[in-house]
């Protein structure tokens, strides 16, 4: 087989389904091979192509290697293909700027829009990582270890990541893509994604310490958020607000903000959306709360059960959380004790946290983002504070204050979107 033939038969790649105008992107899988006699990798999205590929003499099949999106979708980029007829092989490059530089050089030909993926890291996507071997040419690989591998063979070099691509089983087919997930804004404040999902809210009536209040109900969030990794900051708050009302101000810029209350923190949120339009910022629902508190457990505390309700020792809550038992009666410095599964820190103890939600009865059935009760007289706090008690800081205990009411023990945290 020649070079000719090669260029024919990679020319003849074609899209399928571009259309801007059209609702729906499939998500096709890239399939790539292998010549040996040319000692080149080849990328290919359509399936006849892929067939004709696999039956030839002088090309290996050898994996499905990366997602793409046939068409746009909200926030992707289109992927260009050229060709280098010397060496007969392919680049990708999502950089417009590397594209025509290659394309003026006359080494490369443009073959187009080869399909579209992500320029930045989105849910449900991963990095596909470009190497480049002077006997072997491009590579793409989207595991570390894989791309770590060939780094330790000596024969590539990393040129960085080419793209981020639908990871398997992503369904993006017809929805926008989200800009949620973990990200840190100018403000410090570090978020993680928290995925949609199915878990029992509230606690079971084995549970020691539990309330009447916690009526236990299979909740359903359909989709996934991103959450603060800690309270807000004093810090943070006098970066937006100006100002410090902190009553343990002395304990400093990263101790967590209190002495505020629903109502301050609504002018906060507002202030922030203003300042930081690329998101929209709130406070979690009680059902966000919880489930993020969790971290995937069903357990009083996300790391597990509570063996002590008063000030005495749980081994359990000391790892996680400040509160009576090991506090000295004051707030601390955010995420100096252990994470949960999600890498939230602060869940239990050091300040309650005030959820969005008017406070009310826990349904009895199951329910589907739930957002509370129509209307109250008080809003929901979670998690239990530097003064509470160890049944004050488990994952299901609830609590409530007014909207206009503060304390030393009150903070929060936010959610995005």
Known sequence: MNKFNVKVLFVSFVLLCIGISTVCAEVLPVYRFYSDYFKRHFYTIDESEKDFLQNHPYISYQDTQFNVLSQPVSATVPVFRLFHSETVSHLYTIDQKEKDSLVKSQEWTDEGVAFYVFSKSQINTEPVFRLFSLEYGHLYVTTRQGKQELLNSGLFCEEGVAFYAPFNGSDLSCTPT??????????????????????????????????????????????DYSMMTTEITQSQWKAVIGSNSSYFSSCGDNCPVENISWNDIQIFISKLNTMDSSRQYRLPTEAEWERAARGGSSTAFANGGITDIGC????????????????????????????????????HGNVYELCQDWYGDYPTTTVTNPKGVSDGSFRVLRGGCW??????????????????????????RLVAF
């Open 178 to 223: 989200s800009t949620t997930g973990n990200f840190t804004n100018s403000f410090g404040m570090t978020f993680v994604r928290i995925p949609a999902g199915t878990f029992m809210m509230g606690s079971p009536s084995s549970e020691p310490g539990r309330s009447y209040r916690e009526t236990q109900h299979q909740v359903t969030l359909t989709k």
């Open 312 to 347: 005495d020792y749980d081994p359990n809550l000391d790892a996680m959380g400040w509160y009576c038992g090991n506090s000295d009666d004051k707030t601390h410095t955010v995420a100096q004790k252990s994470p949960n599964a999600y890498g939230l820190y602060d869940m």
């Open 387 to 412: 003064s509470s008690t160890a049944r004050l800081c488990r994952s299901a205990i609830r609590y409530y204050i007014t909207p206009v009411d503060r304390s030393y023990g009150i903070g929060f």
